[in-house]
């Protein structure tokens, strides 16, 4: 089992440039005991990080939703990014900022803490295997469902949102499926444990709305693009019941790019047209 501490490199922590294996944190940190945590996920193409000035501004808006208060700007984080991959000397890499809340007090009240910020980059090849474009991902149906935002900060991308995924990403890989498809407190189709999902039916696209969990900038992308590209694109409710009528499904993320679903619990859907076009496109916009 490879161990992320154990790599080489440099991280970006607290104001500097340390050696990778020196980027490290107290166990009272508050981060860990209360989930004080947020974080982007980025990808570098080519030596640039992909969309890096909208995930830098919501880096600081989920900090900010999280009430930790934060001296520095986007433009602060969006260059401790790209120095940090500089320095790593990496072309095609994964970015991981993040921001929370150090070991000043080990209580709910979090005021007094420091805020801490760090960026890693390492190299991660495609998130779920290269031979998903042959029959595509298999999701299983959580048992956990994406919460109402009235009960949770729905709109940050906060660690402690992220561990029912978890918890449903293991159970799915126990069941044999690739992960899984939760549905949002009222029972509409939301997203995967880390990924949004798209439904495809000859020209029409149709895609949750996020108004309970993240608005994925790559789903943001994807539905600019295929706009572009003269699909018919609907943010709707979807209901379990309306997956049976979809030709193609994929999911998207930063991870994720954009990735083909071949099962859905006992629906099958073949890996069709619309989808690879999109990716073939998607492929050219990161690069580009």
Known sequence: MTDLCDKEGFIWFDGKMVDWKDAQLHFLTH???????????CRAYNGKIFKLKEHSERLIKS?????????????????????????????????????????????????DCKTMFAVAVWEWPSYFGADIWEK??????????????????TAAKAAGLYMIG??????????GFTDALMLDYRGYVAECTGANIFFVKGNEIRTPIADCFLNGITRQTVIELAKQAGYD??????????????EEVFVTGTAAEITPVGKIDTIEYKVGPATKKLHEIYSKAVRS
């Open 63 to 111: 900090a900010e939703i999280l009430d930790i208060k934060v001296d520095f700007d986007a433009d602060y984080v969006s260059k401790a990014c790209q120095e940090v991959l500089d320095k790593n000397n990496l072309k095609d890499a994964y970015v991981r900022p993040v921001i929370w809340l150090g070991s000043q007090n080990l209580g709910v009240y979090s005021r």
């Open 136 to 153: 595509g991902i298999s999701l299983c149906w959580a048992k956990y469902k994406r919460p109402a935002p009235d009960t949770a900060p």
């Open 166 to 175: 978890s918890v449903e990403k293991n159970r799915s890989h126990d069941l």
């Open 233 to 246: 694109v609907k943010e709707v409710r979807i209901m379990p019941e309306d997956l049976k009528h979809a």
């Open 31 to 41: 981060g860990l005991h209360y989930a004080s945590s947020v974080f982007e996920g």
